[in-house]
Nanobody, 124 residues
Framework: QVQLVESGGGSVQAGGSLRLSCTASGRTFSYYYMGWFRQAPGKEREFVAR????????YYADSVKGRFTISRDNAKNTVYLQMNNLKPEDTAVYYC?????????????????WGQGTQVTVSS
């Protein structure tokens, strides 16, 4: 089992940047594929990005491709989401999630463990 805690959310103007962090405790962090998801008010949780165990494999939602970068530091038990050129439509609660079964998936149901979320608000 692994516990996940996100940080780094906040309020920025459109065009600004934020870096989210998700730190894990418990079972060996490098064991898990990791993902970032987001959920805006009144909408379903949606996939943002995912990264393989070693960090060499990444995949992004079309809506964030070229603006967001996912990375991980297994020595620090942390996964990051660097968000640049933020837009008002990026406003949401952002969640990190861990996948122990290597689904390599964009589906929330394929992730076993979730953090509590961190709010990102982008104003125009």
């Amino acid at each position: 089992q692994v516990q996940l805690v996100e940080s780094g959310g906040g309020s920025v103007q459109a065009g600004g940047s934020l870096r989210l962090s998700c730190t894990a405790s418990g079972r060996t962090f490098s064991y898990y594929y990791m993902g970032w998801f987001r959920q805006a008010p009144g909408k379903e949780r949606e996939f943002v990005a995912r990264i393989s165990r070693g960090g060499s494999g990444t995949y992004y939602a079309d809506s964030v491709k070229g603006r967001f970068t996912i990375s991980r530091d297994n020595a620090k038990n942390t996964v990051y989401l660097q968000m640049n050129n933020l837009k008002p439509e990026d406003t949401a609660v952002y969640y990190c999630a861990a996948d122990s079964q290597y689904h390599n998936s964009e589906e929330p149901g394929d992730y076993d463990y979730w953090g509590q979320g961190t709010q990102v608000t982008v104003s125009s």
